[in-house]
Nanobody, 124 residues
Framework: QVQLVESGGGLVQAGGSLRLSCAAS????????MGWYRQAPGKQRELVAG???????NYADSVKGRFTISRDNAQNTVYLQMNSLKPEDTSVYYC??????????????????WGQGTQVTVSS
């Protein structure tokens, strides 16, 4: 079984910072990519930032220059440093990971996994 456990959400004033963490555990052979999505009430889930195994990153235009995604390969953990937060950043943030896992008989499977979500609220 694979688990993604998120932490770091909370309430912050506009202009403040938060750091989200997402740790992957289980029968993981390799991590192909990890990323953060967010979903506000009544809106579709959107990609915030992603990082692939080679280290390349990509960001939504709305967060470029304010958010930074990074990864600790040894800990199978991805981070999202969020600075200069705005009220429009208020959402539930979800961690996503595309993993290669080892199943029975040593079979490798590639699929995506989601974390449970963590609430980020930015007050004006």
């Amino acid at each position: 079984q694979v688990q993604l456990v998120e932490s770091g959400g909370g309430l912050v004033q506009a202009g403040g910072s938060l750091r989200l963490s997402c740790a992957a555990s289980g029968s993981i052979f390799s991590i192909n990519a990890m990323g953060w999505y967010r979903q506000a009430p009544g809106k579709q889930r959107e990609l915030v930032a992603g990082i692939i195994s080679g280290g390349s990153t990509n960001y939504a235009d709305s967060v470029k220059g304010r958010f930074t995604i990074s990864r600790d390969n040894a800990q199978n953990t991805v981070y999202l440093q969020m600075n200069s937060l705005k009220p429009e950043d208020t959402s539930v943030y979800y961690c996503n990971a595309r993993l290669t896992t080892i199943q029975a008989m040593g079979v490798r499977t590639v699929r995506g996994y989601w974390g449970q979500g963590t609430q980020v609220t930015v007050s004006s």
